[in-house]
T-cell receptor, first 112, second 115 residues
Framework: EPEVTQTPSHQVTQMGQEVILRCVPI?????FYWYRQILGQKVEFLVS????????KSEIFDDQFSVERPDGSNFTLKIRSTKLEDSAMYFC??????????FGSGTRLTVV | GNSVTQMEGPVTLSEEAFLTINCTYT??????LFWYVQYPGEGLQLLLK?????DKGSNKGFEATYRKETTSFHLEKGSVQVSDSAVYFC??????????????FGKGTHLIIQP
């Protein structure tokens, strides 16, 4: 099963600051995703990324969020101006073949 | 749209008890169904999956059968262990648009196994 590495594992940032969360898959995959899990709540879909562009996004994914693959390897999620309610666990995931979803271990973002 | 409903937790059982965690879904078309497990402080791990009606997914003693007639995918294990304590998420994927919509998750069920 392919591995997905996320960095950092934990990030603390001040409200209003920009953060970039990174995801590094071992090899190329069909789809990339970002999900969010607010503490104690369900895992929520944020965005899917295919062929270097956004394929689908949820209502959560507003103008404060952006994604890209800057070097064809890393897959990043940027939050431009963090709010307290952005505190959550963020998971990167990828799809390899039909229904082969693999998740990273997550980045815990704490906005203070 | 797609949705997943699973039983509220926490569910507390004694070691070697029988486990059932209910999961029902609403989806267009013929989705694939999954159970993910999240151990404390860790990410999501795929536990098992089923891609079509009447399929049974199984792993580590856990089983779930895709029941289209009742739109359910209940998770079962005959004899739980303390190490099974975790949060369990039911999820579905319709592969709409080839994978664009990703997975839809339930709220998760916190399972606590007491020795």
């Amino acid at each position: 099963e392919p591995e997905v590495t996320q960095t950092p594992s934990h990030q603390v940032t001040q409200m209003g600051q920009e953060v970039i969360l990174r995801c590094v898959p071992i090899s190329n995959h069909l789809y990339f995703y970002w999900y969010r899990q607010i503490l104690g709540q369900k895992v929520e879909f944020l965005v899917s990324f295919y062929n270097n562009e956004i394929s689908e996004k949820s209502e959560i994914f507003d103008d404060q969020f952006s994604v890209e693959r800057p070097d064809g390897s890393n897959f990043t999620l940027k939050i431009r101006s963090t709010k307290l309610e952005d505190s959550a666990m963020y998971f990167c995931a990828l799809l390899q073949g039909p229904y082969g979803y693999t998740f990273g271990s997550g980045t815990r973002l704490t906005v203070v | 749209g797609n949705s997943v409903t699973q039983m509220e937790g926490p569910v507390t059982l004694s070691e070697e008890a029988f486990l059932t965690i209910n999961c029902t879904y609403t989806a267009t078309g013929y989705p694939s169904l999954f159970w993910y497990v999240q151990y404390p402080g860790e990410g999501l791990q795929l536990l098992l999956k089923a891609t079509k009606a009447d399929d049974k997914g199984s792993n580590k003693g856990f089983e779930a059968t895709y029941r289209k007639e009742t739109t359910s995918f209940h998770l079962e294990k005959g004899s739980v262990q303390v190490s099974d304590s975790a949060v369990y998420f039911c999820a579905l994927s319709s592969l709409s648009g080839g994978g664009a919509d990703g997975l839809t998750f339930g709220k998760g069920t916190h399972l606590i196994i007491q020795p």
